[in-house]
């Protein structure tokens, strides 16, 4: 999967989806299991760590959020040994759009991510 591939666009739709499911669950989700979850939907394997799976999650925290102001979806993708975000995710959360501050944590991204959607 590449991110020019027509079927990019229906596999950020299906990501996003999958991660807001997780989220009204009060649940982190691994980037494996993230991987797994696409590929039980018949997309080109997008393997759990790096290469598109980074450009993936940069598009979920951009979807219908260009500003940037929205909660980060991605907060809730995590490693399996470490259970929190790769260090792209606080890169990520520092760069534009989404400029968080110093005093940031992805622990408090998390949590508001896990309270937008909990009642949805």
Known sequence: MKLTDPDYPAVLDAAVGILRDRARAG???????????LA??????????RGIMTYLLRDVCLYENEDGRAPMLSAIV?????????EQ??????????SRSGEWTWRDE???VFAQF???
């Open 110 to 112: 998390q949590a508001v």
């Open 78 to 86: 995590v490693n399996k040994a470490s259970k929190e975000p790769s």
């Open 118 to 120: 909990s009642g949805n």
């Open 40 to 49: 039980e939907r018949n997309f080109d394997p997008i393997p759990p760590h």
């Open 89 to 98: 995710f606080s890169t990520l959360a520092r760069s534009l759009p989404f």
């Open 27 to 37: 649940q982190p989700m691994t980037y494996g299991e993230l991987s797994a979850k």
